[in-house]
């Protein structure tokens, strides 16, 4: 019988929450990853959000118009990964401008990568470092 309590359903969690969370309208067009992407920063957190909204019977067809509940704990801060994997035509000042909120945060990147031999060469499959410190609040 102890052994019953370990077997809560994985959503449980996210329903003691719902006081700290938000709900989030669907648009037509909207899919958890890009909803996940917009709302927790990275789009393969989608099975967070399908976690938190147990309702949902099929991850690959949201309703617009339905109500998507997206837990505090779990919103996108201004601090974003501490790392990202570089892409072709990628460049220090694009990282810096998605990632960081500021393009002009592009030599802090720089400096916390020391292994860059040249800031304009950047190779695809690299990973960068991107410490909180280089994180400032948008410009006003």
Not at 3 to 19: D, E, T
Not at 113 to 136: E, K, T, Y
Request: proline share 11%.
């Amino acid at each position: 019988m102890s052994a019953h309590p370990s077997l809560a359903p994985p959503a449980a969690p996210a329903i003691h929450n719902l006081a700290a969370s938000k709900a989030i309208l669907i648009q037509p067009g909207d899919s958890l990853w890009k909803l996940a992407r917009r709302h927790l920063g990275s789009g393969s957190r989608w099975n967070e959000l399908l976690a938190s909204n147990p309702t949902i019977s099929d991850p690959h067809h949201i309703q617009p118009g339905a109500l998507l509940v997206v837990p505090a704990n779990e919103l996108r801060s201004r601090a974003q990964p501490s790392s990202i994997t570089v892409h072709s035509g990628d460049s220090l000042w694009k990282i810096a401008a998605s990632r960081l909120g500021s393009a002009s945060a592009w030599p802090c990147i720089a400096h916390a990568n020391p292994q860059l031999h040249d800031a304009n060469r950047l190779r695809p499959g690299q990973i960068l470092a991107l410490p909180a410190s280089c994180v400032n609040p948008l410009p006003r």
